[in-house]
């Protein structure tokens, strides 16, 4: 275990639910944070960690677009200097029969799930490969392991995620640098869980608290994820997992024993 105080952590998808957390959690260790995500509503975020006394950023970015991703990843070394952890927790979900899924809301699907992580993790990478050390953590899913009914796109692009971190950490593992990636079950009060809640509630006409004991039923320890249960994996990861690499780690009460 090592102290990560002065550090430079950065977290995509920041401003509320896991992103937050991580955050929150990341300040509270003494790192400097910086907060990325698309809504504006980052950098209250971020705000709220300064007036605790923490070292918080917050950039409002679209990740899908890599020449902006380049430019404020250009702008935060510039500030605060090399990258020690990236946590790409940002993401979106849809849920339709897939005959219903359209062209559009498939490559919006992968932009952000797979395409948004990969441009952030390009450009962390020559800092972390000059200082022979850093932390790279991924967002999958449990759906990304065993897949989704209603939930195509979102299977399939977390199951690129999973690829993509075992190649990444294959590939720069020679550079001291760990690669891998979280797949939580679904985790209660997440904006996630919100959507894939009430598509349930639509698609199985069924009323929210039926829903969730039909979930709470498939897992032995019989809850939801907590966003608490991930932050602390991913504090673990980036103090503790050195020797950690090319790993997908459930988080999911024991849904999937695999």
Known sequence: MHSIKDMVCVVTGAAKSIGF??????????AKVVLIDIHPSVVESAERLRTQ????????????DPDAVKTVFSQIRERYGAIYALVNVAGIVSQHPIEEVTLDEWEKIMRVNVY?????????????????????INFSSKSGKTGS???????????????????????????????????????????????????????LQMPREQVIDKFT??????????????????????????????????????????
């Not at 957390?21 to 003494?30: F, I, Q, S, T």
């Not at 952030?120 to 200082?131: E, G, R, T």
């Not at 994996?233 to 780690?249: H, I, K, N, P, R």
């Open 217 to 258: 039923a498939k897992i032995p320890l019989k809850r939801l994820t907590s966003i608490e249960d991930v932050v602390d994996f991913v504090e673990f990861l980036t103090v503790s997992g050195d020797y950690c690499t090319g790993q997908a780690f459930n988080i999911s009460g024991g849904r999937e024993m695999h």
């Open 149 to 203: 009914a209603l939930m195509v796109p979102y299977s399939s692009a977390k199951g690129a995620v999973i690829s993509m971190t075992q190649a990444i950490a294959y590939e720069i593992a020679p550079f001291n640098i760990n690669c891998n990636c979280l797949c939580p079950g679904i985790t209660d009060s997440t904006g996630v869980w919100d959507a894939v809640s009430a598509g349930y509630i639509h698609n």
């Open 116 to 136: 948004g992580a990969f441009f952030c993790i390009q450009q962390v990478l020559p800092d972390m490969k000059a200082q022979r050390m850093g932390k790279i």
């Open 53 to 64: 006394g923490y070292e918080a950023a917050a950039y409002v970015l679209d990740i899908t």
């Open 21 to 30: 957390g991580v955050a929150e959690r990341y300040c509270a260790l003494g």
